[in-house]
């Protein structure tokens, strides 16, 4: 499967339908209706702590845990300009750099909690209140992108070639050598492999991050992740513990049993998890040798 496929693949899946939204698009929204809520009686600077808090809550950034972080951030942010301003802002620095956006992500935010400031960054937190902001034309900074796109690239044997940087092979280590490069790479990542787009792009590599750590409850309402949980457990042998990506590859050999799992929770997903084990096949974990 061509990359670009991938990630429209992962768009599907992740959007859900009408009647069966998933727990990631449901967040989506509730994100995006308050970035498009007007909140007449507050001020900028509160309305951007809204946004920031509601953003660090469901994304588990752990702002929260730094002392006025987020109010740090909404500080920063406010200086740079209003909402119309800060979006052409966050474009260009994409684009072709913007100094003033380099040093919002640059800066340290909050304070521990004995009074020193704290020796972190908040890039991953900003970026996603960007990619709402620009109405998802921002790539997000997230680690399971990071772990899993240039695993992704050397799978489009199409395309691979022409998503290399200087004859060579995106790597991890590039994507993780400073936020600027993340950024860099993203770009050049989006534009080469025909997706062009940063949400399908964002969604393709986090999706197949959380199929690859066996985390389906991205993709499963609660009546379906319960249902999910007893029949994956129906199917493990001892042996499996509670790898549930083990009993899926063993299961999905078997035709009958893959057409009743695509049944159940839809052809999409079960492509997408077979294209998630080609590229990365589950392994069981090597057990610890406890002698003393």
Not at 103 to 128: E, H, M, T, V, W
Request: aromatic fraction near 12%.
């Amino acid at each position: 499967m061509r990359m670009s496929d991938a990630a429209n693949l992962a768009d599907k899946i992740l959007k859900g339908n009408n009647r069966n939204k998933t727990p990631y698009q449901n967040v989506r929204e509730n994100i995006r209706s308050v970035f498009n809520s007007d909140f007449p009686n507050l001020s900028y600077k509160s309305k951007i702590q809204i946004r920031l808090a509601l953003i660090d809550g469901y994304y588990s950034t752990n702002m929260s845990k730094r002392l006025f972080g987020i109010e740090e951030i909404a500080d920063k942010i406010v200086k740079e300009g209003n909402n119309k301003h800060l979006k052409k802002a966050f474009k260009s620095f994409i684009e072709k750099d913007n100094k003033k956006i380099k040093n919002i992500f640059n800066k340290k935010y909050g304070l521990q909690k004995d009074g020193k400031n704290s020796p972190k960054r908040a890039i991953s937190l900003i970026s996603k209140y960007a990619y709402y902001l620009t109405e998802y034309q921002f790539p997000i900074y997230d680690r399971l992108v990071k772990e899993n796109i240039w695993r992704i690239i050397k799978h489009d044997t199409e395309n691979c070639e022409a998503i290399k940087v200087r004859k060579k092979n995106i790597t991890r280590q590039m994507l993780e050598s400073g936020f600027l490069n993340y950024f860099k790479y993203m770009k050049f990542i989006n534009e080469k492999s025909k997706i062009k787009d940063f949400n399908k792009l964002d969604k393709l590599g986090w999706l197949f991050g959380q199929i690859k750590e066996a985390r389906y409850i991205a993709v499963l309402n609660s009546n379906k992740y319960t249902e999910f949980m007893k029949y994956w457990k129906k199917h493990q042998r001892p042996s499996e513990r509670i790898n549930i990506n083990l009993v899926i590859h063993r299961i999905f050999k078997n035709k009958r049993i893959k057409n009743n799992f695509a049944k159940k929770y839809t052809k999409e997903l079960v492509d997408f998890i077979d294209y998630v084990f080609i590229i990365t096949p589950p392994k069981r974990k090597k057990q610890k040798n406890n002698l003393v």
